[in-house]
C-alpha cells in the first residue's frame, strides 16, 4: 500500500497567513499541521510516501523530512503547478502507485482516537475497490455527503447538498486499489475546473465497489483550513496532551512503535533534537519505555 499527503491548494481560507507560508506547515498546538495526516497513515502501517505540493512549497517539505529514513520511511515528492483537484493527485502519483493501491490524505485532516489505527488497517486489508470514512456532522451542507441504506451501503454521493439527505460527511481520508488511476484520467473537470473527489467516489459507487466506514463514538475528526478550526484543533491537541500526557503525532515514536526503527535508533533521533517541550515529551516516552523493557 502506498501513501500520497496532498499539501496543495492557495490555502485562501487562511489568508493573509498563507501569503507567506503554506497552511500545511501551520503549528497545530506544539507541531507542523503535515505531522499529523502522517502520523495517521503510518499507524496504518504506510511506510512508501509520495508529498504533493507546489513547486515554491515543495523546498520545505523536504528540509521538514529529508527522504524519510530517518522514521524508517521512504518519502518522495512531486509537483502540482496549480491546485486542480483532489483528484489530479493520482495522476500526477501514477508512476509513484505504479500497480499497487493507495491511501489518500489531505493535509489538513486530523484524525484521533484508539480506534484509528485498526479501522484504517482493517480498510486496507478488506478493500476491494473504494473506501471513504464517514464522520457525522451538524453542517452537512458544508461537506460531500454519503448517503447511505439500513444496511450502511452508500447509495449517493453528493458535494455540499443545499438539501442533504444525510448528516455523514466524507472526511479527507480514502483508500482506492489500482483503478482509481484510470477512474481519474478519465475525469472531466467540474464548474470550478477541478478533477473532483466526489466524482472518483461516485464512479465507485457506480462500479458496485465503494466502501463506506463509519467514525463514530470516540474518534475525532478536525478540518485545520480555516482560521477557526486551525484553532479549534490546537486547542483540541493541548487540551489532549495535557490531560492524558501523551503525545499526539509523534512520529518517532510511532515509527518505533510501529517497528520502522529500533529503541536505539529513537534513542538518537531524540538525543539530536534541540532543546523543546517536544524534546522533553519525547524523552519522557523514551525514559516510559525504558522502564517497560527493563521490567520484561
Excluded at 177 to 202: C, F, H, M, Q, W
Amino acid at each position: 500500500m502506498k501513501g500520497i499527503i496532498l499539501l496543495g491548494g492557495r490555502g485562501s481560507r487562511l489568508y493573509p497567513v498563507t501569503n507567506c507560508i503554506n497552511k500545511h506547515l501551520l503549528p497545530v498546538y506544539d507541531k507542523p499541521m503535515v505531522y499529523y495526516p502522517l502520523s495517521t497513515l503510518m499507524l496504518g502501517g504506510i511506510r512508501e510516501y509520495l508529498m504533493i505540493s507546489s513547486p515554491e512549497d515543495l523546498p520545505q517539505f523536504k528540509q521538514l523530512f529529508g527522504d524519510g529514513s530517518r522514521l524508517g520511511l521512504k518519502i518522495t515528492y512531486a509537483e502540482q503547478a496549480e491546485p486542480k483537484g483532489i483528484a489530479q493527485a493520482f495522476t500526477i502519483g501514477e508512476k509513484f502507485i505504479g500497480k499497487e493501491p493507495v491511501t489518500l490524505i489531505l493535509g489538513d485532516n486530523i484524525f484521533y482516537g484508539d480506534a484509528i489505527q485498526q479501522r484504517l488497517q482493517s480498510a486496507i486489508s478488506d478493500n476491494v475497490g473504494g473506501t471513504i470514512f464517514a464522520y457525522r456532522v451538524r453542517d452537512p451542507q458544508r461537506f460531500g455527503v454519503v448517503s447511505v441504506d439500513k444496511n450502511g451501503k452508500a447509495t449517493k454521493i453528493i458535494e455540499k447538498p443545499k438539501d442533504p439527505e444525510s448528516n455523514w460527511a466524507v472526511t479527507g481520508l480514502y483508500v482506492y486499489n489500482n483503478d482509481v488511476i484510470e477512474i481519474a484520467k478519465n475525469l472531466k473537470p467540474s464548474g470550478r475546473g477541478e478533477l473532483e473527489i466526489t466524482d472518483v467516489n461516485a464512479e465507485y459507487l457506480k462500479r458496485g465497489s465503494l466502501n463506506v466506514k463509519f467514525w463514530g463514538r470516540g474518534l475525532a475528526w478536525l478540518d485545520a483550513g480555516t482560521h477557526d478550526s486551525l484553532l479549534e484543533s490546537g486547542d483540541f491537541v493541548r487540551i489532549v496532551e495535557k490531560r492524558q500526557g501523551q503525545k499526539l503525532a509523534c512520529l518517532e515514536e510511532i515509527a518505533y512503535r510501529k517497528g520502522f526503527i529500533s529503541f536505539e535508533q529513537f534513542e538518537t533521533i531524540v538525543a539530536n533534537m534541540p532543546s523543546s517541550t517536544y524534546k522533553s515529551d519525547a524523552e519522557a516516552i523514551l525514559k516510559e519505555e525504558a522502564e517497560l523493557r527493563a521490567a520484561a
